[in-house]
Structure formats: C-alpha cells, structure tokens
Nanobody, 123 residues
Framework: QVQLVESGGGLVQAGGSLRLSCAASGRTFSSYAMGWFRQAPGNEREFVASITWSGGSTYYADSVKGRFTISRDHAKNTVYLQMNSLPPEDTAFYYC????????????????WGQGTQVTVSS
C-alpha cells in the first residue's frame, strides 16, 4: 500500500512556474513507478508525465514536453513535477499516481492515487 499526498499547487500567471510534490508513505516507495495526471473541468483525466521506479526513464505528454520535468527523490519518498512556461491551458487538478508494474500513460492501470492539487494559470 502507498499513500500519496500532493502539494505545491496554486495560482500563477501565464509564463510562470510551479513545482508540484507528491509525498508517498510506505517503505516500498522506491519500487513504484510514479505518474502525474491532470483533469480540467469537463475533460477526462489525461496523462502528463511518468517516471520508472529507478528514475532512469521518464515519459511526457506531447503537450508538456520541454516545459515539464518529472523527477524523484528516494530518500525523501517524493516525486516532483517542475512546470515551466505555463499557459492558461495547463489549468487543471493535478494528481499523482503509483504502480508497481506500470509507468505508462493509461490512468486506469495505476493502482494508487493522491487527492490532487489545483493548478490555476491566469492569463
């Protein structure tokens, strides 16, 4: 079992940056692949980025490539999402997710989810 708690969301102006954190409880955090997803009102949850258990491989949605960076710190049991050059279209509720076996873009294949954090980008 893994419990996930996101933080770092907030209101930022277009072009600004935010760093989201996802703190995980449980001694086996280092065994889990981690993903970030987002959901805007009226839209389905969509993949943003993911990272393998080792941190050796990362994956990004085309819409965020070059602007977002996912990373993890095993010592702190935390995964991060650095978001730069934010446009208003990035406004959404951001969730982190964990899975022992899967590090891809299908949200239904992740076993554990956090409660999410709101990111609002003003124009």
């Amino acid at each position: 079992q893994v419990q996930l708690v996101e933080s770092g969301g907030g209101l930022v102006q277009a072009g600004g940056s935010l760093r989201l954190s996802c703190a995980a409880s449980g001694r086996t955090f280092s065994s889990y692949a981690m993903g970030w997803f987002r959901q805007a009102p009226g839209n389905e949850r969509e993949f943003v980025a993911s990272i393998t258990w080792s941190g050796g491989s990362t994956y990004y949605a085309d819409s965020v490539k070059g602007r977002f960076t996912i990373s993890r710190d095993h010592a702190k049991n935390t995964v991060y999402l650095q978001m730069n050059s934010l446009p208003p279209e990035d406004t959404a509720f951001y969730y982190c997710a964990a899975d022992l076996d899967y590090s891809g873009s299908y949200s239904s294949l992740y076993d554990f989810w956090g409660q999410g954090t709101q990111v609002t980008v003003s124009s």
